[in-house]
Nanobody, 123 residues
Framework: QVQLVESGGGPVQSGGSLRLSCVAS????????MAWFRQAPGKEREGVGS???????KFEEVVEGRFAISQDNAKNLMYLQMNDLKPEDTGMYYC?????????????????WGQGTQVTVSS
Protein backbone atom coordinates (compact mmCIF):
# COMPACT_ATOMS: atom_id res chain seq x y z
CA GLN A 1 0.00 0.00 0.00
CA VAL A 2 1.43 3.33 -1.05
CA GLN A 3 1.68 5.93 1.67
CA LEU A 4 2.94 9.50 1.53
CA VAL A 5 3.45 11.56 4.65
CA GLU A 6 4.36 15.24 4.57
CA SER A 7 5.99 17.25 7.32
CA GLY A 8 7.79 20.52 7.87
CA GLY A 9 4.98 23.01 7.47
CA GLY A 10 4.28 25.81 9.90
CA PRO A 11 4.12 29.57 10.28
CA VAL A 12 6.81 31.74 8.74
CA GLN A 13 7.26 35.41 8.03
CA SER A 14 7.37 36.85 4.55
CA GLY A 15 10.85 36.46 3.10
CA GLY A 16 11.58 33.43 5.23
CA SER A 17 12.26 29.82 4.30
CA LEU A 18 10.85 26.40 5.02
CA ARG A 19 11.73 22.90 3.94
CA LEU A 20 8.97 20.38 3.53
CA SER A 21 9.58 16.65 3.53
CA CYS A 22 7.61 13.79 2.09
CA VAL A 23 8.39 10.23 3.10
CA ALA A 24 7.10 7.54 0.78
CA SER A 25 6.48 3.88 1.42
CA UNK A 26 4.96 0.99 -0.45
CA UNK A 27 6.57 1.53 -3.84
CA UNK A 28 9.91 1.66 -5.56
CA UNK A 29 10.85 5.31 -5.37
CA UNK A 30 13.28 5.14 -8.25
CA UNK A 31 10.46 4.13 -10.63
CA UNK A 32 8.07 6.87 -9.71
CA UNK A 33 7.71 10.56 -10.26
CA MET A 34 6.67 12.83 -7.46
CA ALA A 35 5.39 16.33 -7.06
CA TRP A 36 4.24 19.01 -4.68
CA PHE A 37 0.86 20.68 -4.92
CA ARG A 38 -0.77 23.32 -2.78
CA GLN A 39 -4.22 24.58 -2.07
CA ALA A 40 -5.09 27.93 -0.59
CA PRO A 41 -8.42 28.51 1.16
CA GLY A 42 -11.18 28.99 -1.39
CA LYS A 43 -8.94 28.13 -4.31
CA GLU A 44 -8.32 25.08 -6.43
CA ARG A 45 -5.34 22.88 -5.84
CA GLU A 46 -2.40 23.88 -8.00
CA GLY A 47 0.88 22.28 -8.93
CA VAL A 48 4.09 23.62 -7.44
CA GLY A 49 6.80 21.42 -8.92
CA SER A 50 7.67 17.87 -9.82
CA UNK A 51 10.72 15.63 -9.92
CA UNK A 52 11.28 12.50 -11.93
CA UNK A 53 13.38 9.40 -11.28
CA UNK A 54 16.35 11.04 -13.03
CA UNK A 55 16.25 14.05 -10.66
CA UNK A 56 14.97 16.39 -13.36
CA UNK A 57 12.60 19.01 -12.00
CA LYS A 58 9.92 21.30 -13.28
CA PHE A 59 8.23 24.21 -11.51
CA GLU A 60 5.28 26.44 -11.98
CA GLU A 61 6.33 29.93 -12.99
CA VAL A 62 5.02 31.51 -9.79
CA VAL A 63 7.62 29.66 -7.68
CA GLU A 64 10.43 29.31 -10.22
CA GLY A 65 13.70 30.49 -8.73
CA ARG A 66 12.40 30.46 -5.16
CA PHE A 67 11.53 26.79 -4.66
CA ALA A 68 13.63 23.69 -5.21
CA ILE A 69 12.81 19.99 -5.12
CA SER A 70 15.23 17.24 -4.28
CA GLN A 71 15.01 13.60 -3.33
CA ASP A 72 16.87 10.93 -1.44
CA ASN A 73 15.89 7.64 -3.00
CA ALA A 74 17.78 5.62 -0.42
CA LYS A 75 15.53 7.10 2.26
CA ASN A 76 12.41 7.39 0.09
CA LEU A 77 12.32 11.08 0.83
CA MET A 78 11.41 14.08 -1.27
CA TYR A 79 12.00 17.66 -0.19
CA LEU A 80 10.58 21.03 -1.11
CA GLN A 81 12.90 23.89 -0.20
CA MET A 82 10.97 27.13 -0.18
CA ASN A 83 12.82 30.42 -0.03
CA ASP A 84 11.70 34.05 -0.12
CA LEU A 85 8.23 33.00 0.92
CA LYS A 86 5.32 35.33 0.25
CA PRO A 87 1.86 35.52 1.84
CA GLU A 88 0.41 34.15 -1.39
CA ASP A 89 2.40 30.94 -0.81
CA THR A 90 0.12 30.18 2.13
CA GLY A 91 -1.79 26.95 1.79
CA MET A 92 -1.91 23.25 2.42
CA TYR A 93 0.98 21.56 0.67
CA TYR A 94 0.53 18.04 -0.64
CA CYS A 95 2.97 15.43 -1.80
CA UNK A 96 1.90 13.28 -4.76
CA UNK A 97 3.36 10.30 -6.58
CA UNK A 98 2.67 8.16 -9.58
CA UNK A 99 4.25 5.48 -11.72
CA UNK A 100 6.71 6.32 -14.42
CA UNK A 101 9.68 8.57 -14.91
CA UNK A 102 8.46 11.89 -16.21
CA UNK A 103 7.47 15.37 -15.04
CA UNK A 104 3.73 15.68 -14.72
CA UNK A 105 2.20 18.59 -12.82
CA UNK A 106 -1.53 18.08 -13.09
CA UNK A 107 -3.56 16.62 -10.27
CA UNK A 108 -5.08 14.00 -12.55
CA UNK A 109 -1.62 12.61 -13.34
CA UNK A 110 -1.09 11.42 -9.77
CA UNK A 111 -2.67 8.40 -8.15
CA UNK A 112 -1.17 8.72 -4.69
CA TRP A 113 -1.50 11.62 -2.28
CA GLY A 114 -0.44 12.56 1.21
CA GLN A 115 -2.61 14.27 3.79
CA GLY A 116 -0.85 17.61 3.50
CA THR A 117 1.07 19.99 5.71
CA GLN A 118 0.01 23.58 6.32
CA VAL A 119 2.24 26.50 5.41
CA THR A 120 1.24 29.96 6.63
CA VAL A 121 3.22 32.99 5.52
CA SER A 122 2.55 36.24 7.35
CA SER A 123 3.39 39.68 6.02
Amino acid sequence: QVQLVESGGGPVQSGGSLRLSCVASGFTRSRHSMAWFRQAPGKEREGVGSIDCDDSTKFEEVVEGRFAISQDNAKNLMYLQMNDLKPEDTGMYYCAADHGCWLPLRSKDFAYWGQGTQVTVSS
